[in-house]
């Protein structure tokens, strides 16, 4: 790995370590008996179920928690699916509903991401055995979709590129626009966020309007967390995408976060409308002030942070 790739892999590197508090967390989101939540099923970070028929449910919930948008404190929940009634809910209703049981799961999973990476900045150190090291690379290598051996200069390179966390106001803006803010088709039968496809029938649903020949799927998920976890790794792995990580890696080198700008820029591919689907995501981060609100934001860790009434 040469000097700037390395400084990059330093600066960006977090304790992998899950902290005490968000287990005492745990504990006691299940000892108050928090309507409507279940215990997680042992992802790290840990988010606690949230199940709801109806947006009143869900706001209720939410209200519960001390959890406002824009969000200043962003309590451990994981809303499994949407309700079904969130396309009749007012406008401002629906928009808030929508950002707060997405921005945990962001979190979360680039929580995860950088303990990712603080693994990878470990392995390429000196202070681990040379098996431990290669058994890190190969098992990120592998998630991530990198070739190579895994003590290989090409292979860092290649990981600290991709081993990255995604903005948290372009996960939200991308989702937004996808889904139709929570309500369309996908998301109501198979928790897909993103518009993500597959071409396996048995792990998909069928586009109505699918052209003549085409023979894909749109991606279904067991949960809306799932489909956060999808979105991250296709930008960090998918070949059209590397305009994006590029310009990740130069704005983290440069020791500051991406631009709405730089954000956008690098997802000409997603759409097959390119440059004008470019713009309408940039104008959702902007209009909705989404890198003043929460690219700063993080999971709240101790009990006391959240209100419950």
Known sequence: MDNENAKTAQSNALLDALPLSALILVIALSWLGFPGIANSDGEIPPLERVHVTSAEQLESVFTQAGYFWPASAVPPLTVQRFPDDLAETPADT????????????????????????HQLHLALGENLPEQRRANIIRR???????????LAPETWQALARRVNTVPVSLALAQAAKESGWGTSRFVRE????????TWTASAGIKPEDRPEGATHYVQAFDTLRDSVRSYLNNLNTHDAYER?????????????EMTPMEMTAGLVNYSERRWAYVEEVREMIVSNQL???VDGAALAREPSRIAFR
Do not use: C, M
């Not at 198979?190 to 496809?197: H, K, S, T, V």
């Open 94 to 117: 629906k928009k808030s509903l929508f950002f707060r049981a997405l921005l945990p799961l962001v979190l979360a999973e680039n929580e995860r991401i950088a303990g990712q990476r």
């Open 140 to 150: 990120l290598a592998a998630e991530y979709d990198v070739e190579g051996e895994p």
């Open 190 to 197: 198979g928790n897909n966020l993103f518009g993500e496809w």
């Open 244 to 256: 994006f990580r590029t310009l990740r890696h130069r704005a983290r080198g440069a020791g500051r």
């Open 291 to 293: 890198h003043q609100v």
